[in-house]
C-alpha cells in the first residue's frame, strides 16, 4: 500500500514539530541561522522559543566582520541563484521545525557551521537519528513517543524508504500492551520510547540507547495484515 | 472549520463531523485532492476505497446538518499531486515552504507542471468527476455551497517558461520585439529566445523590476487561462454560480497603512521570498524582500485608517498601482515617499509630477488641486540603500508614527 491510509493518520502540523523539538530539549540550542545568496543575507535569525529576527547588517561581509556571539549556521546558496532541493519526504526535514530543519543539509557544500565544535556536534545527532531512521526502515509502522509530549508519532516506511510522519489519535497515551500495536496496525511495528529531553551534548547517546531498547512487535492474526 | 477525511477512519467520519457541529460550527472546509483520488493513472476512485467515498462523506455531512465548502487545486498535502506524475519531463519551480505549507528557507523544488498535456487530461477529467458530485449535492438540495480553487502554488512558479505558450503571451504583451528590445536594450531576434531561463536572466541584470513584471504578467496570464479551461468544461457549466477560481495580484499593496510594490517578491502568506526568474535571482529583488521583511516585522507601522501612509517603491511602479494612489489621495490621504517618487510604468512611460515644495524636517510637500487636502511627502533627500539603510528606514517609521 502506498501511503499509510490503513493507519489514518494526521500528518505533523507545524504546533507538533515545535512541541516535539522543545520535548527534546532542543530549544534550548542557541545558535544563529543564516541564509545567504552570495554576499547578501537573505534572512537571519535566533532559533528559540520566540525567533528573534535581525534585520542587520544586510551583507554576510559586515556579519563576518562582527564578534560571533553564538554558534552560526549558514545555509549559502549560490551566488545569483536559490538552491533547488528534489522532492523526496527526508526524515530531519519531516520532524523538525524551521530552522533546525535545514540542518539535513549538514555536510553539504551549502551548509557550513562555526565553530567546528558545534559542527561535530550536530554530525553526531545527525548520525544518531540517521541510525533511528536505518533501524525504522526495518519495519513498515513504527511509533515514537516522547516523554513530556502529548504525542505519538508514527513513522510509516515502505521497502525501507520513509513515506510519510504524522499522528495517531489512538495511541496517545500507548497501549500498556505493546504487543496491542501489532493488532492496531496489523503489521510489523517498531516501538521506540524516548525519556524526555536531555542536554543538547547528551541526546546523542540517548537516541542510541533508545534504538539499543527499542522493541519490534509483530502481529499475531496474520490474516489482519493481508487484509482478511 | 477544516476537515481532512483523508485523516480520519471513514467509520470515524461522522463522529467527527457530530463534534464540529456541536462545536458550534456550521459549515466546514473541504480539501478534495488529485493525488489522493487518482493514484493510478486514468482510475479515479471515488467509491472503491473506503476512505475516498465522497458521496458517503457528503451525506454524513448534510445528515449532520452542516454545510459545506470545496476547496479544489493544489495546497500543500502529502496527496495534492498523483504519483505517477512525478516523472513527466517538464517541471514547474516553485518555493518549497509554499509546496509543504511550512517555512523552508528560499529553497526552491520541482512538482508537475500544469501545461504537461498528461496533466491538463488528468487534472480536468478528475475536475469533471468532482463536479458530478457537486452538482448533486449542491446547496439546498444537498450541503455544498461553495467550491473554491487553490492555484497558490502555481502562482509562484518561477519556471513558466516550460509552457509553449510563453513566448505567444509575452509577444501579445509588447507586439512587436523591437519594442521589447527599447524597453530593455537588447538585441533579442524573436520572442522564443527572450522566453527561457537565459533570456529572462538576461532582461533581469538589464531591468529587474521591468523583467520581474513581464515574467509575472505573462504567468498571471497563462494561469488564467488554465482557468478559463476549467470553466469551458462541460461539467464545470452545471456549477458554475459555486465556483470561485481565485485570482493572482502579486503586485499590489502589502498591507494596510503601507503600500509597497511587491512586483521583486514572492508573496508566501505573512512571509516574502526574492523573486527568482528560473531560479536567477537579483540583487533589487532580495532588497525588496528584506524591505518587506522590514515591514512585517515592525507591524506597528501599520494602523486600521491612517491619515498618513507610507509608499515604499524604487523608480518603477505599475500603471495599475499607480492609479490606485491616486484615487487614494482623493479619500484625504497623505502619501508619504521615503524612497522618493516612482518615475517610470511597465511600459517605461513617464509619470508626471508637479514641483515640490520644501518644506521643514528634511521633507518636501506636494499638492494639486485634484487631490482636495491631500498631499504628497518627500523625504528629502529620498533614502537610499546604503549601509545605515534600515537605521534611516525606522526613522521613516518613527515619523509615521508620529504622524499618526
Known sequence: MRTLSKYFTSSLTSEERESLFNSLGLAELEYEFVECAGNAILSRCKPGIKKEVFLEPALLSELLAQPQQYPRVFFRHPPGHLSIEAPCPSFWNQIFPFPFCMLRFLNTEVLEVSPASFHDQLCGLRDAFLALEMKMAESEANVLSVKGLNLVLVFHFVRRKLIRVGVHPGLSPLPEEPKALGEIFGTKVGLFCLHGAVPFPQMKDAITEMIAHSLLITPQNRFREIGL | MKFDYLDEAPSQWGECLAKIRQAGHACIELTVLWGAHEQTRGIRDFTKSSRLRLEKLFKEVQQKGLSLELTLGFPPHNETFPSWLMGEKRQALVPLSLKEGRPQGALLTWIPFLSEENFQEGFLGFLSDVFTFVDLYRFPQGPIKRVLFDFAVYEANVNHFEDADFGRALEERYLSIDRLNANYQTLFKNFQSVASKQGFKVLCDKRPWLAAYDYKWVRNRLLSQFRECIARLERTQAVLDLVEMGGNGNTGTYAGGVIADTTLVER????????????????????????LEFLHHYAGITSPAPSVQAVLCGRYLSRKDFDSLMETLKTGVELHFPFGLPQYDEHLSCYEWHAARKEAQGLKRMISDKWGKSAIWISDPALQEDDSFFHKLENVRSYLMARH
Do not use: M
Not at chain 2, 502568506?269 to 528584506?290: E, K, Q
Open chain 2, 268 to 291: 508566501i502568506g505573512n512571509a516574502v521570498l526574492p523573486l527568482a526568474i528560473g531560479g536567477y535571482v537579483t540583487s533589487a529583488s532580495i532588497r525588496a524582500c528584506r524591505l
